[in-house]
Structure formats: C-alpha cells, structure tokens
C-alpha cells in the first residue's frame, strides 16, 4: 500500500497552515461560520465527533462550503466513530491522542489523520504509526512556543500541528519557533460568540490570525 495521500494532504495544510476546531457550534449557526471561514480564507476546519450533532454537522459544512475548505473530523477515538465520520462526508480525522483503530481505518480509506502527541516519545510514535501531521496538544501547557522549539532539535523532519493557546498574537510566535500548522478553537469560536451569533468578532478574529499566519514576523 502506499500513502501518497499523507504526503499531498500535509502538504496543502502546511500551505493554508490554519485549521479550526467547532465544538458544540449551534446547528443553526453553521451557514455563518461557513461564510466567515471562506471569507477569511480559512481552507481547514473539523468538527468534534463529542458534538451532539456532529455527523449532520459534518455533511452541513460540506454542503455550505462546497470544495471551499476541507471539512474534517475531530475528538475521533474509535474506529466506529471514524467509519462514521467518514460515512458523514469527513476528509480527514482528528484526535487528542494517537488511536490504532482510528488509523486502521483511516489507512484502508486512504484518509490522512492528524493524532494528538504531547511527548517527545508519543510524537515519535504517531508519526512512526501513520500520522499525515502530529497534533502536539495541549501545546500551551507544555511550554508554548518554547517546546515546539525545543522538540525541532531532535524532531527536525516530524510535520506538526500546534493546538493549544493559538490566537492571532501568539501565531508567529509558534511559526517562528518551528510550527507547520496552527489548530484554534475557543479563542476564535467561543461559546459566548456562538450563542450571541456575534460573526463579526469571529470574522474579524479569522482574518487577524490568517494574517498573522501569513506574516508571522508581524506581530499584532
């Protein structure tokens, strides 16, 4: 068998290097939040499978994004969640930690996983295991920007995805310190703003940190 699809996949990421993270989003906010994720030109987002509704929200953001963003899977940890997902239109999984079954799958569809790793030896052994890119999470509670540095002495070649404490002012920090991509959830799409259906904030907030991720020595 052989994995170019980890390869293509983890190159558009590192291109478009911002991934967003709806969890528990109203269903009836998701035609707005689909809005602003084009607009901003935000090309990744996943929703998290312990949403209630996750599986209609999944093929609802296909449908209102149209090819626009890739629509992913999130908080996967079993294979039956992944065989769900991917039944509900997903095009990549997510999950905290590093899932055999979750991979089992996703290698005999062809689908790119991102496993979360918070250890110099889990990171190892996601991306030894199949990972198109490893989630380092929680990223913030392990020392921010300064452990993505620390970890690209030894891990110079591992593709990873920074997840924890990502916002537009710390966004080039984590580039600059080694990063390939930047996950963000709750500093973007807080449940206040969802609730409010305040999408300027969020809109106005995407396209700061997409800013931030394409001049990462500007600080905001």
């Keep these: 068998m052989t ?3 980890r390869s293509a996949f983890r190159s558009r990421l590192k291109n478009a290097r911002l991934l967003g993270i709806l969890r528990d989003a109203p ?3 998701l035609r707005d939040l689909a809005r602003c994720l084009v607009e901003a030109g935000i090309e990744f987002i ?6 209630p509704d996750a599986l209609a929200q999944i093929a609802c953001l296909r449908k209102e994004l149209d090819g626009k963003a890739e629509v992913g899977a999130g908080t996967v940890l079993t294979g039956t969640q992944a065989q769900d997902a991917l039944s509900a239109g997903a095009t990549f999984l997510v999950s905290p930690c590093f899932s055999r079954p979750v991979q089992e799958v996703a290698d005999a569809r062809s689908i790119p996983t991102l496993p979360g790793a918070f250890t110099p030896q889990e990171i190892w052994e996601a991306d030894r295991d199949g990972a198109a890119m490893v989630k380092l999470f929680p990223a913030k509670s392990a020392g921010g920007p300064g452990y993505v540095k620390e970890l690209r002495g030894p891990f110079r070649d591992i593709p990873l ?10 966004a080039g920090e984590y580039l600059g310190a080694g990063a390939d991509a930047l996950a963000f959830g709750g500093s973007i799409f807080s449940q206040a703003r969802l609730a409010a259906g305040d999408f300027d904030a ?4 995407l396209k700061a940190l997409r800013h931030a991720s394409i001049h990462p020595d500007r600080h905001p």
């Excluded at 969020?202 to 907030?205: A, E, G, P, T």
């Design 3 to 5: 994995y170019e699809f």
């Design 161 to 170: 995805l920074v997840c924890g404490g990502v916002s537009p002012q710390t």
């Design 27 to 29: 269903a009836a906010s």
């Design 46 to 51: 996943e929703v998290t499978m312990n949403t």
């Design 202 to 205: 969020i809109l106005s907030d």
